[in-house]
């Protein structure tokens, strides 16, 4: 049984940083693109960034380039999400995902993703 879960979510202001981690489960990490999409209330699911282990490479979503970075930890399998410069635009519900890769690059797709985690509120205000 594969089981993804989030934590590390919380309540930051604005130009602050936090880091969310990803425990991943049931299968082998290095087989995998991983990602983490975001929701805000009243908004679509958006994609936010993914990190495709066959080309190596991080794809982002335009609102967090230069703020956001993702990471793996392939012998721990943890994916990390770290958020500086917040906003509090950033404010959503944060999930991580993960997919048996096949393509060369990874996507910032819902419907490319077949596992998700439940969820980490992350919100950003004074």
């Known amino acids: 049984q594969v089981q993804l879960v989030e934590s590390g979510g919380g309540l930051v202001q604005p130009g602050g940083s936090l880091r969310l981690s990803c425990a991943v489960s049931g299968v082998i990490l290095d087989y995998y693109a991983v990602g983490w999409f975001r929701q805000a209330p009243g908004k679509e699911r958006e994609g936010v960034l993914c990190s495709s282990r066959i080309d190596g490479n991080t794809y982002y979503a335009d609102s967090v380039k230069g703020r956001f970075t993702i990471s793996r930890d392939n012998i721990e399998n943890t994916v990390y999400l770290q958020m500086s410069s917040l906003k509090p635009e950033d404010t959503a519900v944060y999930y991580c995902?993960?997919?048996?890769?096949?393509?060369?690059?990874?996507?910032?797709?819902?419907?490319?993703?077949?596992?998700w985690g439940q969820g980490t509120q992350v919100t950003v205000s004074s």
């Open positions: 995902v993960a997919t048996f890769q096949v393509r060369r690059q990874c996507q910032l797709l819902s419907s490319a993703y077949d596992y």
